[in-house]
Structure formats: C-alpha cells, structure tokens
C-alpha cells in the first residue's frame, strides 16, 4: 500500500529552528509537495522537490531523498504566523497526490 | 496567476435538502480539478477526481449519486451533495491542476457546510 508518515504535531520557539520530517512508501514517485494550512482555511503551496536535494526559498527549505524515501521542510526564524499545519504529498506513478496526515506546528512566544 | 475560487464560502442547509459548491479556475485552464472533504483535525480526504468532459473518478467510499460532480468547461467544477445528513457536515475543498510540469494543485479557499 501507499503511507506516508510525518509527525502528528511539534512545538517550537518563536525565532527558531525546527525540521518536519516525511517518509513515504508509494508507487512510483513524480515529487514531493509541502504545503501549509492554517485551521479552517485551504493548504497554500510551499515547495516542489522532484530532485535530491535543497530547495531553498526564504526562510522555508526543503530536502528530498529518493533513495531513503524521506523529505523534510525546515523553517528557520520562526514567527507565531507560522503556527499552523504542514502537509506532506507525494505525486505517484499515476500523477495522483498521496496526502500524509499532516504536522501541526505550535510556536510559542 | 493560478487563482481558484470556491462557491459559497460557508452555507447551512436543512436535512435532506441539496447543496451545489462551484470552484471554479479564475486565470488558467484546469484540465483537472479535484474534490476534497476534510472533517476537524483530520487531513485532506480525496473524494473525486474529475476530468473536463468527462465523468468524475470517485474514491474508494464515497457515493457518487450522493455527491454529484460536474466539470463541464475548463474553469469550472460542481460538486453538489444530494439529500444532505449531518454526518455530510464538513469543510469541503477543490483544487485544479493545469498542464504545468510540476503537477502543482491550486486550492480554493473551501466550503464549510453544515447542515441541520
């Protein structure tokens, strides 16, 4: 079967830096996605990795391994905007998004 | 670019009574859109994915004659829930894709149904 696994919730510190891991186990593989969602609103995207690597962008960054099955979306200087939930998606062999539960990120002041 | 938009926003609705949600492609053509319900603290929960001009592919579970969608244009997508029950009460999403490489899903802002 298809599974992806991220953390079921983090806490972390206004102005720091935490790392929300994603491993998965899917048929085939055409990219990662990570995106964020807020409580009660839409998932709004933040990244695209479909090559090993970082992708750096502001104060978000995103890893990917294939080999490993496993990503992660690391946010530095965190602000109390960026309390909110982080999806992990992988794109499968039929282009379909495979959706992981979700991470909800708390920061405290 | 890539805006969707979501119709209405929030609506409540009696037992048994149909309600209509239109998401609809504001600055690209969706080749395809995608329905998602999603109840508190859960994650998304694909329902359908549907393909314009053609009949919506429904996931393992969910009812298609409950949950009507249409996709007739390239810009819109209707999913309507028949017969409404309480347990239908959720936040309901759609997404579209276009033909860019990355297979990026554009959101709209969602629909919060609740019905009485």
């Known amino acids: 079967g298809q599974n992806i696994d991220q953390p079921t919730e983090m806490t972390a510190t206004e102005g720091a830096i935490v790392q929300i891991n994603c491993t998965y186990q899917?048929?085939?593989?055409?990219?990662l996605f990570w995106y964020q969602q807020h409580a009660g609103e839409a998932p709004t995207f933040l990244s695209y990795?479909?090559l090993d690597g970082l992708e750096e962008k502001g104060r978000f960054s995103s890893f990917l391994s294939r080999s490993k099955g496993y990503s992660y979306l690391l946010l530095k200087e965190l602000q109390m905007k960026d309390s909110a939930s982080y999806l992990c998606?992988?794109?499968?062999?039929?282009?379909?998004?495979?959706w992981g539960a979700g991470t909800k990120l708390i920061i405290k002041p | 670019g890539a805006v969707v938009s979501q119709h209405p926003s929030w609506v409540i609705c009696k037992s048994g009574t149909s309600v209509k949600i239109e998401c609809r492609s504001l600055?690209?053509?969706?080749?395809?859109m995608f329905w998602y319900r999603q109840f508190p603290k859960q994650s998304l929960m694909l329902m359908a994915t549907?393909?314009?001009?053609?009949?919506?592919?429904?996931e393992q579970g969910v009812e298609k004659d409950k949950f009507l969608i249409n996709h007739a244009s390239l810009t819109l997508s209707t999913l309507t829930v028949t017969s409404a029950h309480p347990e239908d009460s959720s936040f309901y999403i759609c997404?579209?894709?276009?033909?860019?490489?990355?297979?990026?899903?554009?959101f709209g802002p969602g629909t919060r149904l609740t019905v009485t």
């Open positions: 997404s579209a894709r276009g033909l860019q490489e990355s297979y990026e899903q554009y």
């Open positions: 600055d690209f053509q969706a080749t395809t």
């Open positions: 549907s393909n314009e001009g053609s009949k919506a592919t429904y």
């Open positions: 899917t048929s085939g593989f055409n990219g």
């Open positions: 990795n479909v």
């Open positions: 998606a992988v794109l499968d062999s039929n282009y379909q998004l495979i």
